[in-house]
């Protein structure tokens, strides 16, 4: 491992942002596949009102109890080398009530630095807020026509610029592993891949 490897996995950091009703496998994997490449991963539960800030717990879409790393509004001035959204329409529209969340993810933009959504974080956070204007993205099958044409791909996953987007829970391994290998490089994100044993899986689950 050489020093600047090093240096990169202990620098980079990963801001996932989470409020109730957010997709659990698009955080969970995301968050396992960052984490085994070396990123330091702080899943953030985005808060909506004051008594949801009384714990880190967050129900997630499919009713599952997601445990947070932290609360967003105490680490928000944070310097985070990317910023996900993950999807889960109820989730999107509690992340999108937070002004302070926007507002940073903007500011992820204008600084560009990365910025990753799936979903329905796709269409109802970034194109919501025109931040998709000038770049390529996909979505879930259901959604794409609410992307324009200009904007939209039809791949699983896409990366635009400083931008990566995928499709839905059964596409968060691949969006993983594309966010891992731009973070990290292509070995580390390979040697991952090894380690859970997914490229014998590969197309089954698209790493092709």
């Known amino acids: 491992q050489s020093t600047w490897g090093l240096y990169l996995i202990i620098m980079t950091k990963v801001l996932i942002g989470v409020a109730q009703g957010s997709e659990e496998m698009e ?3 995301v968050t396992d596949v960052l984490r085994r490449a070396g990123a330091i991963v702080t899943v953030a539960k985005v808060c909506i009102d004051a008594a949801d800030s009384a714990g880190l717990e967050v129900k997630g879409a499919q009713g599952i109890t997601i445990i947070a790393d932290g609360i967003f509004e105490e680490i928000s001035e944070k310097p985070w080398d990317m910023i996900i959204i993950p999807g889960g329409k109820n989730g999107v529209e509690n992340l999108m009530k937070s002004k302070l969340f926007a507002e940073r ?12 959504a799936m979903s329905a974080g796709v269409v109802f956070f970034l194109a919501a807020l025109g931040m998709l204007e000038g770049e390529k993205a996909t979505t879930s099958l259901a959604l794409q026509a609410m992307l324009p044409e200009a904007i939209l791909s039809k791949d699983v996953v896409v990366k635009s610029n400083k931008i990566i987007t995928s499709q839905a829970p059964g596409t968060a391994l691949k969006f993983a592993f594309c966010i891992a290998e731009e973070l990290f490089g292509k070995k580390i994100a390979n040697d991952v891949k090894k380690g859970i044993i997914a490229q014998l899986y590969s197309s089954f689950i698209q790493f092709t």
């Not at 993810?105 to 990753?116: A, P, R, Y």
């Open 27 to 29: 955080i969970y994997a």
């Open 105 to 116: 993810v903007k500011k992820q933009k204008s600084e560009t630095k990365w910025i990753g």
